[in-house]
């Protein structure tokens, strides 16, 4: 790394820092609804069994390539290209990797500003009420107001970019020194409020009861895919922050506990939300409704359930944004190696990303009948949104984890492997093996399953 460089200032801002990434709105609900609609401990057996064979060793070779690059994921990945004796066109996967992470924020931000929009609205108008066609008339009006959704998507991006404007140890890091603890604190309080007030029971059957018969082939592969798309390996993402990671940092420790904790806050998720949805005989198969129509339903049913929706939707604003900053990072990062101040950096992604996302915003309303994937089949009746979040979900991300992948596996010398992980002989055989055979061919049957099955 170069001498002076901003970087972190120890191994517990970086792991905060990769945590805060993986830990988005998505590990709040998609976790535990996926795991209950799946088969329950099948679907957590094959989770695992994704993060021990998908995520940790393609999150390992990315901090790998990070560090020994130390630079944004573009300039990393041509420099280790190079070293290796291997095309420089390599670099093009941390192009890909910040177009992906340009993409997704521009439409992640306006789901950012939903938490801030629910949050301020219950708080001036309390909830709905027990009226399950008036909590859904409160979602409908706010995605039939384009002004409204525009501003809090603004306020969402402001945020943003505050932080990665102050940079990697005062900004960055610092947030993620605040945003974490608060997080943590948010969510193993509602999850105490959601066991005593709500069906503990009901809920462990749901997420650890072991149902063979919603169990499938088509289940297993989404359990692998979980974690690799959640925890947000495969885009480079990991490989720009460890590019800020010194030597006395042993980036197989970030590794485990970034897991772990992403895991374990997942878990923590769905007591916070499923105790209370079950006391209520409400469904919890319902998505994102789960969040804006089915909670606040079940919440106005219970005791000082007003405080508990603002605490909700501040934990779902905290997760978003601690996620947030480090997409932001991917695209400011090369700009700023380019000679941009990281402010003007920071201030042109932010501002792009922001009219970027409200061609999202208008997808739920004014432009709702525009379809831009109509000559794509299965896809002729997506919106704007829908088609964004499959191009980056299901073509993008699953491209650049691939070449990522391969590019670990096949073209990394055992040497840098051995030095960035301090890997004995026996363990880098293994991770080689993983990462040239088993993970690129897991990452291509998950990507497929949706097409196959």
């Avoid at 945590?19 to 088969?39: L, R």
């Avoid at 994102?288 to 106005?300: D, Q, Y």
Wanted: glycine content about 12%.
């Amino acid at each position: 790394m170069t001498a002076g460089r901003d970087s972190w200032t120890g191994r517990v801002g970086f792991i905060l820092a990769t945590i805060g990434s993986a830990v988005g709105i998505g590990s709040i609900w998609k976790f535990p609804y996926e795991v209950g609609s799946n088969g329950g401990a099948g679907f957590v057996l094959f989770y695992l069994l994704g993060l021990v064979l998908i995520v940790v060793p393609l999150m390992l070779a990315e901090f790998a390539i990070g560090r020994r690059g130390g630079a944004d994921a573009i300039r990393s990945l041509e420099l280790v290209a190079r070293a290796s004796d291997a095309s420089p066109l390599w670099a093009g996967l941390g192009l890909l990797g910040a177009a992906t992470g340009f993409l997704v924020l521009s439409f992640y931000s306006v789901i950012g500003g939903w938490t801030i929009c629910y949050a301020v609205d219950t708080l001036r108008f309390g909830l709905p009420g027990g009226d399950p066609h008036a909590s859904q008339a409160r979602f409908d009006a706010l995605l039939a107001e384009p002004a409204w959704m525009a501003t809090c998507h603004a306020v969402f991006m402001v945020m943003t970019g505050a932080i990665v404007a102050r940079g990697i140890a005062r900004g960055i890091e610092a947030a993620c020194k605040v945003l974490m603890p608060v997080l943590m604190v948010l969510i193993v309080g509602l999850a105490a409020y959601s066991v005593i007030e709500g069906d503990l029971g009901a809920t462990l059957r749901f997420l650890f009861g072991l149902r063979l018969d919603t169990f499938t082939s088509r289940a297993a592969l989404e359990a692998l895919g979980l974690g690799f798309f959640s925890i947000g390996v495969g885009f480079a993402l990991m490989t720009t922050y460890a590019a800020y990671a010194g030597r006395d940092i042993d980036l197989r420790e970030v590794a485990l506990v970034t897991v772990v904790g992403d895991t374990a806050i997942s878990l923590l998720s769905g007591f916070a939300v499923f105790p209370i949805v079950f006391a209520n005989g409400l469904d919890p198969s319902s998505g994102p409704g789960l969040i804006f129509v089915t909670l606040p339903l079940a919440f106005s049913r219970m005791p000082a359930g007003v405080l508990a929706a603002i605490g909700f939707y501040l934990l779902l604003l905290v997760a978003a944004l601690a996620s947030a900053i480090s997409m932001l990072e991917l695209v400011v990062a090369p700009l700023a190696r380019k000679g941009w101040s990281r402010g003007s950096a920071t201030m042109l992604s932010s501002l792009t990303m922001w009219a970027l996302g409200l061609v999202t915003v208008l997808s739920f309303n004014v432009w709702s009948d525009w379809h831009p994937l109509a000559a794509v089949p299965g896809l002729g009746h997506a919106n704007w949104f829908e088609a964004i979040d499959h191009l980056t979900s299901n073509v993008m991300l699953p491209l650049g984890g691939f070449g990522l992948t391969l590019f670990a596996g096949w073209i990394t010398p055992n040497r840098l492997l051995r030095e960035e992980l301090g890997l004995e002989r026996e363990a880098l055989a293994v991770l080689r093996v993983l990462l040239r055979y088993v993970v690129p061919l897991a990452i291509l049957a998950v990507a497929l399953a949706p097409y196959l099955t």
